[in-house]
């Protein structure tokens, strides 16, 4: 059974402090990994790796792909209060019937104080 | 622009009632998708639909079942609701299984009592 793996689950910071963010994955039939970050309601797409060692960078968020080590991390550069938020790690299949299916990890709490 | 709306938002149920939660998404997806979201354990998928016409079961599937209506709706339901079914309930599209990422709607919060 695949599956994904967050840590830390929870974290606690200041504004302007640099968190990093860890997923791990077990899986097969591997195709992409992707972040999404959740606040109130719905989780919102941040990015999607498929290509290992490729950055991909978006204001003070990037993330990159270990695919050696069936991992990988997102990186938050000097920290907002609207940081703070469920972040998602989901890792989608390749092929088959299970072509498209996303295995979510517990996500990580993340609360950054003034 | 909508993307992916699901009503209702809250909903509150007794033990053994029944009930539909709808999805409908304007961003002509191919691909639907239900999730359930519980404290600590990250959104699992229930069931899916790669394309209109075919569902298939995810990882949670017992004690739902899905229609998918047409290719903007696909809807969930609880024949008899039981309170391990409290949960947030999410919906999410993609244009075509996992080459894009999938859109969320704002989820639909159940309790049954």
């Known amino acids: 059974e695949d599956k994904v793996v967050q840590s830390p689950l929870s974290l606690v910071v200041h504004e302007g402090d640099t968190v990093t963010l860890n997923c791990s994955y077990e899986v097969t039939n591997f195709r992409s990994l992707l972040w999404y970050k959740q606040e109130k309601k719905a989780p919102t797409f941040l990015f999607m790796l498929?290509?290992?060692?490729i950055e991909k960078k978006s204001g003070r968020l990037s993330s990159i792909l270990d695919k050696k080590e069936l991992s990988s991390i997102l990186n938050i550069t000097a920290t907002q209060t609207g940081d703070s938020a469920i972040y998602l790690c989901?890792?989608?299949?390749?092929?088959?019937?299970?072509?498209?299916?996303?295995?979510f990890g517990q996500g990580t709490i993340l609360t950054v104080h003034p | 622009n909508a993307g992916v709306t699901q009503t209702p938002k809250f909903q509150v149920l007794k033990t053994g009632q029944s009930m539909t939660l709808q999805c409908a998404q304007d961003m002509n997806h191919n691909s639907m998708y239900w999730y359930r979201q519980d404290p600590g354990m990250g959104l699992r998928l229930i069931y899916y639909s790669a394309s209109e016409g075919t569902t298939d079961k995810g990882e949670v599937p017992n004690g739902y079942n899905v229609s998918r209506l047409n290719k903007r709706e696909f809807s969930l339901r609880l024949e008899s609701a039981a309170p391990s079914q409290t949960s947030v309930y999410f919906c999410?599209?993609?244009?075509?299984?996992?080459?894009?990422?999938?859109?969320f709607g704002d989820g639909t919060r159940l309790s049954i009592l």
């Open positions: 498929t290509s290992s060692g």
């Open positions: 999410a599209s993609s244009e075509h299984g996992g080459n894009q990422p999938q859109h």
């Open positions: 989901a890792q989608a299949n390749a092929g088959g019937t299970s072509y498209g299916k996303l295995t």
